[in-house]
């Protein structure tokens, strides 16, 4: 397990807290269609961090070709029909590049710095010349509207219980999923990252914003510092 972070509930827990049963039930929303539509048809993606394969498989519906990559075994089992990595994302270096590089699920606010460089730095390494890094933020209001819960349209219940300052910029984020016939935790480190932080970090990294995806700048399209915006 990595230090601060903490997963209860049935089943294999991540090192990062994540269990593998809950990832499995997660419904998926709207995020292949926002992914579909931000880079060109017939793709290959680099998916860095693609637990149980919530996103890869509707992308490979789309006619994605998807590489996944996740440092738990236990949830790249549950991957069909895509090559799967088994590995740390700061640390990967699989000498290829891809038309896509995808870091979801809030990666990029990574609790420790170093980890988020070493992730944005897997993410240049990896993109193809003239290809795009996608990138999911943290909404805005997401350490401070709390507490907060949403039903899920899949029948259970999403809490954002807390988040507590536990160093310099960092906060410690505790969420509650609950199912009629099961309850699972997580406790994690979060950095919040203004607009302008993030920004910084991604030209720490080599990287600047093509374009925001969304209205609420949570999906972001990223390209090397040497292409040209196409916005």
């Not at 990595?85 to 590089?101: A, K, M, R, W």
């Amino acid at each position: 397990m990595r230090e601060g972070y903490e997963g209860t509930g049935p089943g294999a827990i991540t090192p990062d807290g994540c269990a593998v049963e809950l990832y499995s039930r997660l419904s998926i929303g709207q995020e292949p269609d926002i992914i579909g539509a931000a880079v060109p048809a017939g793709a290959r993606i680099l998916e860095l961090g693609s637990g149980v394969g919530r996103m890869t498989h509707p992308l490979q519906e789309r006619g994605f070709t998807v590489t996944a990559v996740d440092e738990s075994a236990e949830m790249l089992e549950r991957v069909k029909g895509a090559r799967t990595i088994c590995s740390p994302i700061e640390n990967l270096d699989l000498g290829e590049t891809f038309d896509v590089v995808m870091l979801a699920s809030f990666l990029v606010h990574a609790g420790d710095a170093e980890v988020r460089s070493g992730l944005l730095r897997t993410c240049v390494r990896h993109v193809a010349p003239g290809g795009c890094v996608l990138i999911q933020r943290e909404g805005e209001d997401y350490h401070t509207n709390l507490p907060r819960e949403r039903i899920d349209p899949g029948g259970f219940t999403v809490r954002m219980v807390s988040a507590e300052p536990v160093a310099d910029g960092v906060d410690s984020v505790r969420a509650e999923y609950v199912f009629p016939d099961a309850v699972w935790t997580q406790t994690f480190l979060s950095r919040p990252l203004t607009k302008d932080q993030f920004e910084e970090a991604l030209a720490e990294a080599g990287l600047r914003v093509d374009s925001y995806l969304t209205p609420d700048r949570i999906w972001v399209r990223a390209v090397p510092v040497t292409a040209t915006a196409s916005d």
